[in-house]
């Protein structure tokens, strides 16, 4: 069968060699040079503005796609970081993490993954038994690129988020990715927040939980976070989950629901224990 030929557009930009922003999407080629414009124009908003912009354009016509739907959203009522946190935290030994690998967890997303001190361009990928981190490369980490929302999913989760009053470009962008992550090989679960310090909320998603967001998961004026991956090491093939990440092509081609939201108290609720 013919498809339309689909393009990854990857864009990342730096200031002296410190990453700054990154986005990816996945397009037709009648609206690449639209992304590129509205990739770029983000880029040069931020600040520092960076020395460097880098976009990348591939063409992924030999590629089979994957069609996936979207992880459900579902917001706890968690007001203040130490309640987001510690909900998040029993979310995740809820999903079989061990208690240590969080901690570990979090403590990297509070100071900046980087060995050297700041944020990553991509994920830890930690192993949800001891916490070990297991990406090749630390300073950097692994980015998740090629996938997107297909052009009817994207009206209709657009509609559907505004509805339920999450207008930010950010859910959208963070419900896609985690969606990806989520359908990757031995992956349990994602802990994100956002490196803008502006923007407090952060999530945790997985299979079993769909995207659990929490609206406030760091400090104010903090430009800290990230995101962590964790593993089941058990029969992991990192250089399977590295190519599912980084190469295969995911549309995100139906959405899922918006639940109730939950109490911090009941955040085990979440679990789909079937
Ligand atoms: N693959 C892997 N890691 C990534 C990627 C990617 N494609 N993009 C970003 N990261 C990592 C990287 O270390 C960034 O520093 C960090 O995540 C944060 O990225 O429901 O805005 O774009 O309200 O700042 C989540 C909550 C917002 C949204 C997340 O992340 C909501 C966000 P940011
Ligand atoms: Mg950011």
Redesign the pocket.
């Known amino acids: 069968m013919n498809r339309e030929t689909l393009y990854s557009i990857r864009m990342r930009a730096a200031h002296h060699g410190q990453?700054v922003?990154?986005?990816?999407r996945v397009v037709s080629a009648d609206k690449i040079d639209q992304s590129v414009h509205s990739l770029t124009v983000r880029a040069k908003r931020k600040i520092p503005h960076p020395h460097q912009i880098v976009i990348t354009i591939e063409s992924l016509q030999e590629l089979p796609v994957r069609a996936v739907t979207a992880l459900d959203?579902v917001t706890v009522n968690a007001s203040d970081m130490t309640a987001g946190r510690s909900s998040a935290s029993t979310l995740l030994q809820g999903l079989g993490i061990a208690q240590a690998a969080v901690h570990q967890a979090m403590v990297c997303l509070a100071r900046g993954?980087a060995p050297s001190g700041g944020?990553?361009?991509?994920?830890m990928i930690i192993d949800a038994e001891t916490g070990r981190r297991l990406e090749p490369d630390q300073e950097r980490?692994?980015?998740?690129?090629r996938f997107d929302w297909s052009d009817e999913a994207y009206g209709e989760v657009d509609g559907m988020l505004t509805g339920a009053g999450?207008t930010?470009f950010?859910?959208r962008?963070?419900?896609a990715?985690a969606t990806k992550?989520a359908h990757a090989p031995h992956v349990l679960a994602e802990l994100?927040?956002?490196?803008?310090s502006d923007?407090f909320?952060?999530?945790v998603a997985s299979l079993r939980t769909g995207?659990v967001?929490f609206?406030v998961l760091k400090p104010e004026h903090d430009s800290h976070?990230?995101?962590a991956?964790f593993v089941d090491r058990i029969g992991l093939d990192m250089s399977a989950l590295r190519r599912y990440?980084q190469q295969d092509v995911v549309l995100i081609s139906s959405v899922g629901a918006i639940r109730r939201s939950l109490e911090p108290e009941n955040i085990l609720e979440s679990i789909n224990t079937d």
């Open positions: 990453h922003s990154g986005a990816e959203v993954p944020n990553m361009r991509g994920a980490g692994l980015r998740a690129t999450l930010h950010r859910i962008e963070a419900l990715l992550v994100c927040w956002s490196d803008d923007y909320a952060g999530y995207y967001r609206p976070g990230g995101r991956i990440l």
